[in-house]
């Protein structure tokens, strides 16, 4: 188990299912977007390529560890976090 795993361990998630924090703003951007860092730089694997053209990525918001790095990489991504009682809870530290 690798350190990201280990912490991955001591965290709980209560997604909230009626209202998603992570966005992807414009379809269109990442249809011409080549380097999709968002595909690679996502700790928790949050964007995953989709197989439906209009919609080239699918944000897989549930199991977002709110560390926020989207928003810094890419401008076509709208980051937020959770309402009040739900997303990450850590166990310990």
Same mark, same amino acid.
């Given at each position: 188990?690798?350190?990201?795993?280990?912490?991955?361990?001591?965290? !709980?998630?209560?997604?909230?299912?009626?209202?998603?924090?992570?966005?992807?703003?414009?379809?269109?951007?990442?249809?011409?977007? !080549?380097?999709?860092?968002?595909?690679?730089?996502?700790?928790?694997?949050?964007? !995953?390529?989709?197989?439906?053209?209009?919609?080239?990525?699918?944000?897989?918001?549930?199991?977002?560890?709110?560390? @926020? @790095?989207? !928003?810094?990489?890419?401008?076509?991504?709208?980051?937020?976090?959770?309402? @009040?009682?739900?997303?990450?809870?850590?166990?310990? @530290?």
């Amino acid at each position: 188990m690798n350190q990201f795993d280990e912490q991955l361990a001591v965290i !709980r998630f209560q997604p909230d299912e009626e209202w998603q924090h992570v966005l992807i703003l414009d379809d269109a951007i990442c249809q011409k977007c !080549r380097a999709k860092q968002c595909l690679t730089f996502c700790p928790s694997g949050v964007f !995953r390529e989709s197989t439906e053209a209009k919609q080239p990525l699918m944000v897989l918001y549930k199991q977002c560890v709110e560390c @926020g @790095g989207c !928003r810094l990489i890419c401008d076509n991504i709208d980051f937020s976090y959770p309402k @009040g009682g739900y997303g990450v809870t850590f166990l310990e @530290g």
